[in-house]
């Protein structure tokens, strides 16, 4: 250590609906003196923030498409293209088109809302000229099984007399034989991480239906017509939506897979697309987090994914977030010390203020890297008192 500044690297999730990913990060790193060398990598798992992360590190542009939204009308969203060793690729995240935040959830929503938009915008990028799409599926508020995607790509359906618009709850049969050509002229890749397979117990109506306001009437008739579905496909095309993660994004999963697409995981994705591993060789420090830390985020999601690769490069790694539970799960075995940055009781409002975040994840960032500071100086003190002793 002597000789050198020492090098922390700040990964840290954006904060939902609190703060960013970069603006944590430079908060964080304010936080610690110019005895440190600093470096800030906007980070992601595959949801919100993951184009902010990607343009941070390799640039590009946002495109900003007319497509229909989720309950009908029309709504401006953009996707990001950018290239990588002068590929072109299109980088698009499901909630900038089908959000929960674009619609009130309800039982009323979960039977009028589609996917529809979300498949014009991945033919949109087709049209752009891209070799890949990367299309993350987190915070969708759309449980129609894919089915208004697959619509969007050329996909025809039978339909019953159903009047929701809803396309899962309207469908007979699925013909995929039509689907648009520039589909095949490009690689389709779906980043998630949950497990969650098309119907049943597991399936993403009776899993995720309740969050989105869904009636225990809505979400039977959704996991029955997701089943009679699925069992369609298998016999038409062959292909099995009972999979792990075809229940993705209320089914959007499965409806990538019959569009060719892969699943893949979200994190290591994103860390792969920006050269992640690479940037962290060498430092002494990582701080990461999310604006929740618990048993869960073991499952894929950025405090983890960061911590596994740290370890694999001996960095040690510190996790700040906005609250966190007793049980951290496989958490412990890889983390120094998980900091929760509130300075005492306070409602999960004034919790999410962006100006109170920022200046919490300062604060506690400067008392680590005070101990930090401390730790290195008697370390330095113990080492030229044995070299004197040794003299």
Known sequence: MRGRKLKVVAAIDSFKGSATSAELNEAVLSGFSDQWETRSIPIADGGEGSMAAVIAALGGNYETVSVTAPLGGKLQA????????????????????????????????TRNSSSFGLGQMVLAACRQGVKKIYLTLGGSGTSDGGV?????????????E?????????????????????????????????????????????????????????????????????EHIK?????????????AAGGLGGAVRLAGGQLVPGFATIASLIGFEEKIKGADLLITGEGRIDGQTAGGKVPYGVALLAHKHQVPVVAICGSRSDDLGKLPQLLSAVFCIQQGPISLTEAMEKKRTLVNAQQTAQAIAGFVE???????????????TSE
């Open 78 to 109: 953009r996707m990001l293209i950018t290239k990588i060793k002068e590929e072109k690729i299109a980088l698009i995240e499901s909630a900038e088109v089908i959000g929960l935040q674009l619609v009130e959830p309800s039982d009323e929503t």
């Open 148 to 160: 208004g995607f697959l619509l969007a790509l050329g996909a025809t359906i039978q339909r019953n």
């Open 374 to 388: 401390q730790w290195q100086k008697k370390i330095e003190s113990d080492v030229r008192s044995e070299e004197h």
């Open 162 to 230: 159903r009047m929701e618009n809803n396309p899962l709850l309207q469908v007979e049969s699925l013909a995929l034989s039509q689907l648009n050509s520039l589909l095949a002229q490009i690689d389709l890749f779906a980043l998630a991480d949950v497990t969650n397979p098309y119907f049943g117990n597991q399936g993403f109506a009776q899993v995720f239906g309740p969050q989105k306001g869904a009636s225990k009437e809505t979400i039977q008739q959704l996991d029955q017509q997701a089943k009679r579905l699925a």
């Open 235 to 247: 016999q038409t095309t062959g292909t099995d939506l009972e999979v792990p993660g075809a229940g």
